[in-house]
T-cell receptor, first 114, second 113 residues
Framework: EPEVTQTPSHQVTQMGQEVILRCVPI?????FYWYRQILGQKVEFLVS????????KSEIFDDQFSVERPDGSNFTLKIRSTKLEDSAMYFCASSATGPNQPQHFGDGTRLSIL | GENVEQHPSTLSVQEGDSAVIKCTYSDSASNYFPWYKQELGKRPQLIID?????GEKKDQRIAVTLNKTAKHFSLHITETQPEDSAVYFCAAIDTGGSYIPTFGRGTSLIVHP
């Protein structure tokens, strides 16, 4: 069964540095998502992406964040000038069509800001 | 915006018992309600979903019910097994409007052998 893959599995970064989290969605899926899960808390929606542009974004997704689909397979989340509170698990997900279809999650990237 | 409340936060049952997790939502426009199972350190996995045009959906030992009038939906797991132990999240999505999924805070289900 095809899966969403994420790299790296764990990223440790100094506060103030930029990080790029990478995702390869399922190949025939059209919608892509990023979520954040702070340790022990619920999953929080960050952004959805369709047709090479942001479809929806939450209040969390401020100017510090950006997403990109640099080629036909990768979907990236960039966090500029990281803060301690950015430490969390970041999940990428994809769905075949819209958000009314099942979303398939990757294994996540654990981001630790020191 | 949408607000999803999920109860209980922790549920402990004996193997073979049933488990019920309940969620309420605030936005009557929400029309798609998926449930995810997340084992420790792993990805959330969709286990069942329901749309607002049906009241109940079942898949083997798992069922979900939806009451649109009361704006609540529940996950039912029968004949629980130790491998059912995980955190379960509900979510509500307005697929005709904001498209932003709102998750509940999760229920930690512990099934004792």
């Amino acid at each position: 069964e095809p899966e969403v893959t994420q790299t790296p599995s764990h990223q440790v970064t100094q506060m103030g540095q930029e990080v790029i989290l990478r995702c390869v969605p399922i190949s025939n899926h059209l919608y892509f998502y990023w979520y954040r899960q702070i340790l022990g808390q619920k999953v929080e929606f960050l952004v959805s992406f369709y047709n090479n542009e942001i479809s929806e974004k939450s209040e969390i997704f401020d100017d510090q964040f950006s997403v990109e689909r640099p080629d036909g397979s990768n979907f990236t989340l960039k966090i500029r000038s990281t803060k301690l509170e950015d430490s969390a698990m970041y999940f990428c997900a994809s769905s075949a069509t819209g958000p009314n279809q099942p979303q398939h999650f990757g294994d996540g990237t654990r981001l630790s800001i020191l | 915006g949408e607000n999803v409340e999920q109860h209980p936060s922790t549920l402990s049952v004996q193997e073979g018992d049933s488990a019920v997790i309940k969620c309420t939502y605030s936005d009557s426009a929400s029309n798609y309600f998926p449930w995810y199972k997340q084992e420790l350190g792993k990805r959330p996995q969709l286990i069942i979903d329901i749309r607002s045009n049906v009241g109940e959906k079942k898949d083997q030992r798992i069922a979900v019910t939806l009451n649109k009038t009361a704006k609540h939906f529940s996950l039912h797991i029968t004949e629980t097994q130790p491998e059912d132990s995980a955190v379960y999240f509900c979510a509500a999505i307005d697929t005709g409007g904001s498209y932003i999924p709102t998750f509940g805070r999760g229920t930690s289900l512990i099934v004792h052998p």
